[in-house]
């Protein structure tokens, strides 16, 4: 079992940048493939992004692809989203997802809120 704590959300002006973290603990981080959703008001979870295990493959939905990075230091426990070029739209509550490629058990994290306005 893993736990999961993100950091790193706030309120920022659109075009500008943040960095989320997501901090696991409890196993072995390296057997999990790492992802970020993200859930707007009144709509449902969507993915974000994803790593593998490695941090040698990464998935981004259209929406964020060329803006938004995702990368994982395994030395460190740690998986991180860097967010350029934000638009309001981009606003949600960012949550840090793990999958043991084990067995397929998911974990998530409680997330943290990203506001982009003026």
């Known amino acids: 079992q893993v736990q999961l704590v993100e950091s790193g959300g706030g309120l920022v002006q659109p075009g500008g940048s943040l960095r989320l973290s997501c901090a696991a603990s409890?196993?072995?981080?390296?057997?999990?493939?790492m992802g970020w959703y993200r859930q707007a008001p009144g709509k449902q979870r969507d993915l974000v992004a994803t790593i593998s295990t490695s941090g040698r493959s990464t998935n981004y939905a259209d929406s964020v692809k060329g803006r938004f990075t995702i990368s994982r230091d395994n030395a460190n426990n740690t998986v991180y989203l860097q967010m350029n070029s934000l638009k309001p739209e981009d606003t949600a509550l960012y949550s840090c997802?793990?999958?043991?490629?084990?067995?397929?058990?998911?974990?998530w994290g409680k997330g943290t809120l990203v506001t982009v306005s003026s």
């Open positions: 409890g196993s072995i981080f390296s057997t999990y493939r």
């Open positions: 997802n793990a999958r043991d490629v084990m067995n397929g058990m998911n974990y």
